[in-house]
């Protein structure tokens, strides 16, 4: 055989029952939800020890923009549109020409990956020699994106190997691999602040210039440790990928027509995720370009000329920090549930769609909003409810201030009225995929970063708001889009019968109003605890937490709520 031959799946074992979605989803929540919580620990810990300063806004933009190629090449333009033709190529049982396409699909992708790596290092070195006498927070954002910006081969790859695995029901493995990149971050922020003695006390806005040094050096080892997490989330992947008969390999002619194929139906998608991605980094870039930083000298800088004007800077020091935290607190019920639902549902949803008669999709992505909204309403206010204790709990310690708490739950509010929205686009996004529709998401995106953008802008100027603001622009253009889209979804496929799943909403939004109640109830009463110590937070935190939930799934349980057949237990399938 040729060393060119590309290697072919193994045979098949013999077909066992396949669990529902919701049970497909559970797993990857259990894997993501050790994530998410050694996420969060991750971003304690972080608060601890950079606080909201220049490093912590610099590292967190330069953070965000790896996985943004993430977003757009890993998880979304290319494997939406590899999703749906891997799985035609595995339920009709051409397993060569399977492997071939995947292999393919991967060559191509490092291709593309290299080549964004190649350019993206120039255009930063170009960047420190034209604007040479730049803010710090901004040099030093530059400089840790140069080192982590060979993580997006790494993150891209896992993104996209993990979709090769979820065609074969493997969501195990994929979704414990971001716990990988967790425990290293967490491990080097604590050696390294041991070793570099960095301790850290509230000083307000007092400068530290050794204080400040130390964390630069913490921050540079965090950014090479976050190539060495990548190299070990994409060995996870290798074992289950050769169990399902999968290998990966070098292949020169990955310009086949099934590629082709994808990269066609991939480029409304990326356009699409482009927009959105930008977005996302547009605004923390806005957050970290309009907010107070210290300059060389040490001094606050807290207004900019514009126009020969002296203008106040909108945003207060470390508002990129602290978005990022909000937005952390946001999705955590998102990434638990919400996502995880959604990547079940997908392979099934892309099946389904090949059919003729789309009863079965119709009912499945019904089943699968009902899901959503279940989880989502339920977070929405749950969140909110909970969003001072659980700052305070997880980021009032080291530098990290009661101001910096206050600012931080007040954006919570905001972003968590829209976790149901959020939670019902995952679902939207991957019908639209299933049906190989990929303008409609496109046209949403945009339309979505412009309510944003025109939200946004000017209600971080009100002084009460600040960075507040920006979560409001968020929190509105995202539930437009999530209802419209749905809208447009019902007309497009001929009618999802949303009428059948309106009672099992209602029911649940009764039963989300009566959380509510009893949980500023619960607020009112003598045993609640009292005080500003650690105890107090997660007191509070684990009493509003545990009557929310035991008084909505209870209610939705005695209400008939046929969701919650999947949710409180798995049925066994033997």
Known sequence: MSSEATPTLSAPAPVKPVKSFVAHAKLISAMTLLSRVLGMARESVSAKYFGAGVVSSAFIVAFSIPNLFRKLFGEGALSA????????????????????????????????????????????????????????????????????????????????????????????????????????????????????????????????????????????????????????????????????????????????????????????????????????????????FLAQAWDKAGNLVTHFKFFGHSVRYPMELGAAARLNWAQFLYQFPLGVFAIALATAIFPGLSADALELDRTRFKGVLRKGIEATMFEGLAASIGLILVRYPAVKLLFQHGDLTPHDSALIARSVMFYATAIWAFSLMQITNRAYYALHDTRTPLVMSVVNIAINLVVELPLVWIPELGEAGMAIGTAISFAIQAVIMLWILDRRIGGLELSRSAGAIGKMLIAAVVMTGACLVVQQLPIYPRGETKTAWLAQLLLVMGTGAVVYVKLCSAMGIEVMKHVVRVKRNA
């Open 81 to 288: 549109a590899f999703i749906p033709l891997y799985t035609k190529e595995v339920k009709e049982r051409h397993l060569e020409e399977a492997n071939a396409f995947a292999t393919a699909s991967v060559n191509l992708l490092c291709v593309m990956l290299l080549g964004v790596t190649i350019v993206g290092e120039f255009a930063l070195w170009i960047s420190t020699l034209v604007w040479h006498d730049m803010r710090p927070d901004r040099l030093l954002t530059i400089r840790f994106t140069a080192i982590m910006l060979p993580y997006v081969l790494m993150i891209c790859g896992t993104a996209f190997l993990s979709s090769i695995l979820q065609v074969h029901k493997r969501f195990g493995v994929p979704a414990f691999a971001p716990v990988l990149l967790n425990v290293v971050h967490i491990v080097v922020l604590v050696v390294g602040a041991k070793f570099l003695a960095l301790q850290i006390r509230p000083r307000g806005l007092a400068f530290d210039p050794v204080t400040v040094a130390k964390q630069t050096r913490l921050a540079y080892a965090l950014s090479v440790f976050v190539l060495v997490a990548g190299v070990m989330q994409v060995a996870i992947l290798l074992p289950p990928l050769r169990a399902v008969g999968f290998r990966l390999c070098w292949v020169p002619h990955f310009w086949t027509p099934p590629v082709k194929r994808m990269l066609r139906m991939s480029i409304p998608v990326a356009l699409g995720a482009s927009v959105l991605q930008v977005s996302v980094l547009m605004d923390k870039g806005i957050s970290l």
